[in-house]
């Protein structure tokens, strides 16, 4: 994980840099990409294809995963969060949807950020 | 419910598509609240906790459904917002002015979605090493929540829509509607 100038990771999304300053006021603590999951291999024990959700929430044992992706378009992510839940059943997940982003900034009020989102490409997402 | 019957609420009712739950629906069930919330706490005399200001009317009704003596408090914290988010940290701008340590406490609380404001104020409440602490909500939003959060007591669930009134605001607006509806799309969409 690379940091900016101020000590704060380099986030592959604003929407997840105000979602860092969101748990950040209400001090929740939080890491920013510290796990990446395996989910396939090839037949040399090789990882193919792996996951790193965007958030991990020490106090709640929580990793939280952020999409931009509109609902028709999130099939593979989705997919991809059946396997890592079945391959690994003890980690908690939750996947914070598109609507669900949009609704916390216009509730706090971040119109700059909602609009960001509402405009965002639908496939804008990193993962 | 149809426009005419929406009209009759006057004006405040214009920016809402549909009703979720009447004022009657919600009467009943703070009504069946109140009663449980009696049954339970009999001579225990707890200290009812709100987070001003969506809770004032539901704390309100709730009181009077309440059979058993009770005390009452209030706190306010500032929210995040665009101002308040460089001034780093959420604070308590109103605190209790009962104490709590020894009590049993009920946090009473409109609507709980996320979970990190109402986090943070248990945290700030377990501090004070009340007897027990409870939460009762009216409205839960299970679909965004974050943070766990018990809930002993609670209301209804509601979907992960915009939905005002009876204590629930948008900008500061609605929050006087005897019901819960749904907002118009136009209506959260500008500003």
């Known amino acids: 994980m690379s940091l900016n100038n101020n000590n704060r990771p380099q986030f592959a999304h604003p929407s997840e840099e105000a979602f860092a300053r969101i748990l950040d006021y209400y001090g929740i603590e939080w890491q920013y990409e510290p796990r990446t999951f395996a989910l396939e291999w090839d037949?040399?024990?090789?990882?193919?294809?792996?996951?790193?959700?965007?958030?991990?929430?020490?106090?709640?044992?929580?990793?939280?995963?952020?999409?931009?992706?509109?609902?028709?378009?999130?099939?593979?992510?989705?997919?991809?969060?059946?396997?890592?839940?079945?391959?690994?059943?003890?980690?908690?997940?939750?996947?914070?949807?598109?609507?669900?982003?949009?609704?916390?900034?216009v509730k706090y009020g971040l119109d700059l950020e909602s609009e960001r989102l509402e405009n965002s490409s639908p496939q804008d997402d990193t993962h | 419910m149809n426009e005419n019957q929406l009209q009759t609420y006057g004006e405040i009712a214009e920016d809402i598509r549909e009703i979720l739950f009447?004022?009657?629906?919600?009467?009943?069930?703070?009504?069946?609240?109140?009663?449980?919330?009696?049954?339970?706490?009999?001579?225990?005399?707890?200290?009812?906790?709100?987070?001003?200001?969506?809770?004032?009317?539901?704390?309100?009704?709730?009181?009077?459904?309440?059979?058993?003596?009770?005390?009452?408090?209030?706190?306010?914290?500032?929210?995040?917002?665009?101002?308040?988010?460089?001034?780093?940290?959420?604070?308590?701008?109103?605190?209790?002015e009962i104490p709590i340590s020894g009590r049993d406490i009920l946090f009473v609380e409109d609507v709980i979605d996320t979970g990190l404001t109402l986090n943070y104020i248990l945290r700030n409440l377990k501090a004070r090493q009340p007897s027990s602490l409870e939460v009762c909500v009216l409205f839960d939003k299970p679909e965004r929540r974050l943070i766990d959060i018990p809930i002993r007591y609670k209301g209804f669930e509601l979907p992960n829509r915009f939905v005002v009134g009876y204590g629930l605001d948008h900008r500061e607006k609605y929050r006087n509607l005897p019901f819960v509806g749904l907002l118009k799309p136009g209506v959260f969409q500008s500003r």
Do not use: C, W
């Not at chain 1, 999130?74 to 908690?92: A, C, F, G, V």
């Not at chain 2, 009467?27 to 069946?32: L, N, P």
């Not at chain 2, 109140?34 to 309100?60: E, H």
């Not at chain 2, 929210?79 to 780093?88: A, D, F, L, N, V």
């Open chain 1, 43 to 105: 037949e040399n024990h090789n990882v193919i294809e792996g996951f790193t959700p965007d958030f991990y929430l020490p106090q709640q044992d929580l990793y939280v995963e952020l999409t931009m992706l509109r609902p028709e378009l999130s099939t593979h992510k989705n997919r991809k969060l059946r396997r890592i839940r079945e391959l690994y059943p003890e980690i908690n997940i939750k996947l914070f949807k598109r609507r669900e982003l949009h609704s916390l900034m």
């Open chain 2, 22 to 96: 009447t004022p009657e629906e919600i009467q009943q069930r703070v009504s069946e609240l109140g009663q449980a919330i009696s049954r339970d706490y009999t001579g225990r005399n707890p200290l009812l906790v709100g987070v001003l200001k969506g809770v004032v009317f539901f704390m309100a009704d709730l009181l009077r459904a309440m059979t058993i003596p009770v005390e009452l408090d209030f706190i306010a914290i500032s929210s995040y917002s665009p101002e308040s988010r460089g001034r780093g940290v959420v604070r308590m701008v109103k605190d209790l």
